[in-house]
């Protein structure tokens, strides 16, 4: 009989923390302020706000055919994934024309799906100096700023950007 109470009390006191543990429950996650959103979703918004903007005045560069080669080759890369390829590609762009605003947004964008947000911002502002401050390219030199903002969980930097997206647009004169 002693033998059976303590084989009995063996096993009772592992049992009895097995089944206190199994009570307690873990602190709840929380979940992050502004999740993660993809570098393509981010891209998309992106180009998107570019498409949107239809302001009467929209500032078109005289195109280099040598410069739009490198943008054509840098988006097919872009289409296939190969981000590096395509930052490359826009970087010798950019060395050819370094205050190009479309070769440093399209470098930006490109950025962005490299996960390199400092320099994504760092070209779109640059862009944006340079470049029209009017119509689709100032449209995304100002959603690409808004999309990293956001990202980075800056709510005033996201709603400085979000109130200069509207200055990009040029209305045109009401003729009744």
């Given at each position: 009989m002693a033998t059976v109470l303590r084989s009995t009390r063996a096993w009772c006191l592992p049992?009895?923390?097995?089944?206190l543990a199994s009570c307690a429950?873990?602190?709840?996650?929380?979940?992050?302020?502004?999740?993660?959103?993809?570098?393509?979703?981010?891209?998309?918004?992106?180009?998107?706000?570019?498409?949107?903007?239809?302001?009467?005045?929209?500032?078109?560069?005289?195109?280099?055919?040598?410069?739009?080669?490198?943008?054509?080759?840098?988006?097919?890369?872009?289409?296939?994934?190969?981000?590096?390829?395509?930052?490359?590609?826009?970087?010798?762009a950019i060395k050819q024309s370094p205050n190009s605003p479309d070769l440093l947004q399209d470098r930006a964008e490109v950025a962005i799906y490299q996960h390199d947000y400092d320099m994504a911002q760092k070209l779109a502002q640059h862009s944006w100096t340079v470049g029209p401050k009017f119509g689709p390219l100032c449209a995304r030199n100002w959603e690409?700023?808004?999309?990293?903002?956001?990202?980075?969980?800056?709510?005033?930097?996201?709603?400085?950007?979000e109130k200069w997206l509207p200055k990009c647009h040029v209305q045109g004169v009401n003729r009744f």
């Open positions: 049992l009895a923390a097995v089944l429950t873990e602190a709840p996650v929380e979940a992050p302020r502004h999740p993660a959103v993809s570098p393509a979703s981010m891209v998309a918004a992106i180009r998107a706000a570019g498409d949107r903007e239809q302001s009467v005045i929209a500032v078109q560069p005289l195109a280099d055919p040598g410069i739009s080669a490198w943008q054509q080759a840098a988006e097919a890369s872009v289409q296939a994934g190969h981000y590096d390829t395509a930052a490359a590609t826009l970087d010798q690409t700023i808004a999309q990293l903002r956001k990202e980075a969980g800056d709510d005033t930097g996201f709603d400085t950007a």
